[in-house]
C-alpha cells in the first residue's frame, strides 16, 4: 500500500517523488507529504495527487474523468509500462493538470483517445509537464493523441520551472498529434516551453486538425516542439 511506501521512499528517484512529481525534501506522515501537502491516491492504472476522488476526478471503466479545476498530478503506477486507461476532461472544466510520467498507449483501439478534452468544451484547459518527465500519449485510428476539438475553450501546454518535461502525442489515422480528430478542428492550442512532439496520422496535422479539417489559433511561444 502506500503507507509502506511512503515509511520506505521507496517512491524516490534521483530525488524526485514519484507520487506527486516534485523535486524536494518530502516527508511522508500518513501518506500526506508535509511539504507539498498532496495525497496520492492510486486510481486504476494512475497514480493521483491533489483534489478529492469522487468529487475533483472519478475512475470507471479504464476512464480517468477530471471533473473539476483542483490542480491535479498524474503519472501512471508504472511510467515505463504504458497502460490502456485513459485520461478525460469533461466538458467545460477548466482543468489544471500537472503530467509526471503518463504512458498510455490505446493506439490498437478504434475510436479511442488516450487523453481527451470534452468536444466542444468551454474549460480553459492548462497542462504542465513535470521536469525530467516523459509522457507518452497514443491514440487509435480517427483520434488525436490529445484531443482538442471545437472552437471554444482552449488548451495551453507548458513546462515547469526547468521547462525539461517532454510530451509525445502520436494521433492515430486521420487524428492530429495534438488537436482534431477525423474531421475534427484543432483550434486555440498555446505551447509554451517544455519539448513537446506532437504526431499526426495519415492526412492530418502534428499540431491542429484532423484530416478534413483544419487548425486555428495555434500559438508557439517556447520551448521545444517538432
Known sequence: GLSEKAEEHSGWTDGKCTYCGKTCSHIWTDDRCSICGLIPKEVGAFIVAGGEQNTDYSYSDGTLAIRTATALSIRNA????????????????????????????????ENTCAFEIAEGSTGE?????????????????DCAGLQKEGETGSLVI?????????????????????GGGKKGAGTNITICGA????????????IGGGSYNE???IVITGGSVK
Not at 489544471?96 to 490505446?106: E, K, Q
Not at 484547459?125 to 485510428?141: C, H, M, P, R, Y
Not at 519539448?195 to 496535422?205: E, N
Request: charged content about 15%; overall charge negative.
Open 215 to 217: 487548425g486555428n489559433n
Open 78 to 109: 508504472a511510467p515505463e509500462i504504458p497502460t490502456t486507461d485513459k485520461i478525460k476532461i469533461n466538458s467545460d472544466v477548466s482543468a489544471n493538470i500537472t503530467l509526471t510520467g503518463v504512458n498510455i498507449d490505446v493506439s490498437g483501439q
Open 158 to 178: 507548458r513546462g515547469e520551472t526547468k521547462g525539461t518535461g517532454a510530451l509525445v502525442a502520436s494521433g492515430g489515422l486521420n487524428g492530429a498529434g495534438i
Open 195 to 206: 519539448t513537446v512532439t506532437a504526431i499526426g496520422g495519415s492526412s492530418a496535422a502534428g
Open 125 to 141: 484547459v492548462t497542462i504542465t509537464l513535470a521536469d525530467d518527465t516523459k509522457n507518452i500519449l497514443k491514440s487509435g485510428n
